[in-house]
């Protein structure tokens, strides 16, 4: 058998869409398993927002009251509110400048609760925003899943095609030609 540079690279176009084909479901199915993954566990957490009218409860959360936190944009909407109440809480310090006060100030006790509170704010903050990052990555995942499975395909397709061209292969122009006896000409019913 010769192998002509236009085989071997047909060999390799047909090799790289039978792979994008293979691995678009594995994406797909890790997206959608990704985002239960995050969902089971900030439901796990039992985290909600405050019932309406609850003073802890921004305006701008205020469509999520009551909601406990399941997936993504609720967890990113959390961690908004949570920034809200550190800021509050610090008189918009940041957790560095009020840790850097209190130490300072060793014998501030206020200043020492003032900079657990600032801690433990950020840190659950940054957690939520860490599963919101997570659900997020999971639809670029997903969409490239259904992106590799069209690519493959559309390259199987080309290759295919080419290869017709190729060979010379007649492909009839109507579904009235595909009717017709190849040899006689003929209607075949």
């Known amino acids: 058998m010769n192998i002509t540079p236009r085989t071997l690279a047909g060999g390799i176009a047909a ?17 959608v398993h990704g985002q239960h993954q995050v969902k089971d566990q900030l439901s796990a957490q039992l985290i909600s927002f405050p019932a309406k009218g ?24 959390y961690a908004d509110m949570i920034e809200n109440h550190v800021k509050n809480s610090t008189g ?6 009020v840790s850097a006060a209190a130490t300072a100030a060793p014998d501030d006790t206020k ?33 490239l899943g259904l992106a590799f499975i069209g690519i493959g395909a559309a390259t199987l397709a080309v290759t295919g095609l080419s290869e017709l061209s190729r060979r010379k ?6 579904i009235a030609a595909l009717a017709e006896s190849p040899s006689s000409g003929q209607p075949l019913m």
Do not use: C, N
């Not at 409860?57 to 609720?74: I, R, W």
């Not at 292969?169 to 109507?174: G, Q």
């Open 111 to 143: 200043l020492a609760a003032l900079k657990q509170t600032a801690f433990m704010g950020e840190s659950l903050r940054g957690s939520l925003m860490g599963a919101y990052q997570a659900w997020e990555v999971t639809y670029l995942v997903t969409g």
């Open 169 to 174: 292969v007649h492909v009839p122009d109507t």
């Open 92 to 97: 918009g310090r940041t957790y560095s400048q």
């Open 54 to 77: 609850d003073r802890g409860l921004p305006a701008a959360q205020a469509k999520y009251a009551g909601q406990q936190v399941t997936t993504g944009p609720l967890a990113k909407a």
């Open 15 to 31: 090799a790289t869409g039978i792979a994008l084909i293979a691995a678009g479901p594995v994406m797909i199915y890790e997206g």
